[in-house]
């Protein structure tokens, strides 16, 4: 993984169009230098991975860039939130932000987690060993490190990062969201924002998000979604694994160090023996099963049931084998 990239997908779900003249109640006299021109505003609804919607608006000074904008982002595409030549105006603000311990917050809170810093450090950005990377230096600049350091003392290297990646990478990218942790905890001393953003980057670097939806996508494009009877047979078939894994448990406790993959193999051949016809289908789509049961889209109770016999708690770091890539 790249934990520069973005891993969510923003997708447009709603838009509409308004066009306004100077003295109309809702006209933006301070978007355009000329408060007499006309104005054409696009309101772009959208949703970024499985989070909440946003809405966000558009100005345009003619009708056609209006109308070039709407079409090239009917209800469906997808926005691409890419970083492109940062402005003066743009540097202002989120250095701005900064000074005043300002960032986005969302809600939660937990202690100081190591995973941040391993993904900052695979980054390429900061490190345990070396400190601030000279990347981040030289695009925040020696006059503005030293304001840095006045401000915020030994935590100015959070700054320096935090401010790196708001101005240089997508907002739903690891590092962003490894870097807006740390603001939060070392210079906001916000642990509810700071906790939120601890499990979000949980959520991003180890994949559930994006195993969710793409669980989501498969089952769409199966009909499974739209079949009462499938989700019906889904439903059951994910309960008997449920309670076949705790029969395999039972009989060997040990066997659950080897975790949930390993389990639901043996349980499968004694789902498959118990209700020979209710599995011809879906052997196959096992590993869906238990993430779906794992992540709480089968029910709060298989749920509970699952996380009691693995004893599943987020993941604090990587995983060895990304730390050393």
């Not at 993984?1 to 109640?25: E, L, Q």
């Not at 989070?51 to 100005?59: F, H, N, Q």
């Not at 590092?175 to 603001?183: G, I, N």
């Not at 994949?207 to 009462?228: F, P, Q, Y």
């Amino acid at each position: 993984m790249n934990y520069t990239d973005a891993v969510r997908k923003t997708v447009v779900i709603g838009v509409s169009f308004s066009h306004t003249k100077p003295g109309d109640p809702m006209h933006p006299l301070a978007a355009f230098e000329d408060p007499s021109k006309e104005a054409w505003s696009v309101f772009v609804r959208t949703r970024t991975g499985l989070l909440p919607e946003t809405s966000s608006l558009y100005l345009f000074e003619t009708e056609a860039d209006a109308k070039a904008f709407l079409k090239e982002h009917p209800v469906g595409s997808e926005i691409e939130l890419i970083r492109h030549e940062v402005d003066l105006r743009q540097i202002n603000f989120v250095r701005g932000s900064i000074d005043r311990r300002f960032a986005p917050r969302g809600g939660g809170g937990d202690g100081d987690s190591p995973l941040a810093f391993d993904v900052l450090d695979q980054a390429g950005l900061s490190s345990y060993r070396s400190g601030v990377s000279k990347l981040v230096l030289d695009a925040v600049g020696p006059k503005r490190i030293e304001n840095l350091k006045s401000q915020f003392g030994e935590n100015w290297t959070v700054a320096a990062v935090y401010e790196y990646c708001c101005l240089n990478l997508p907002s739903s990218s690891p590092a962003y969201v490894a870097a807006l942790y740390q603001f939060h905890y070392y210079i906001t001393l916000d642990d509810f924002a700071a906790g939120y953003f601890w499990r979000d980057l949980e959520t991003l670097v180890h994949g559930v998000e994006s195993a969710a939806l793409h669980s989501l996508e498969m089952r769409k494009k199966a009909g499974i979604a739209g079949s009462e009877k499938s989700a019906q047979a889904r439903h059951t078939r994910r309960t008997d694994l449920m309670r076949a894994m705790e029969k395999v448990a039972k009989n060997n406790p040990d066997i659950c160090e080897l975790g949930p993959e390993a389990v639901a193999k043996l349980a499968i051949k004694i789902c498959a023996d118990e209700s020979p016809a209710l599995w011809k289908q879906g052997r196959g789509q096992v590993l869906e099963y238990i993430g779906e049961i794992r992540r709480g889209e089968a029910g709060g109770e298989l749920k509970a049931r699952f996380e009691a016999m693995f004893g599943i708690k987020p993941l604090r770091r990587l995983p060895l084998k990304d730390r050393s890539a």
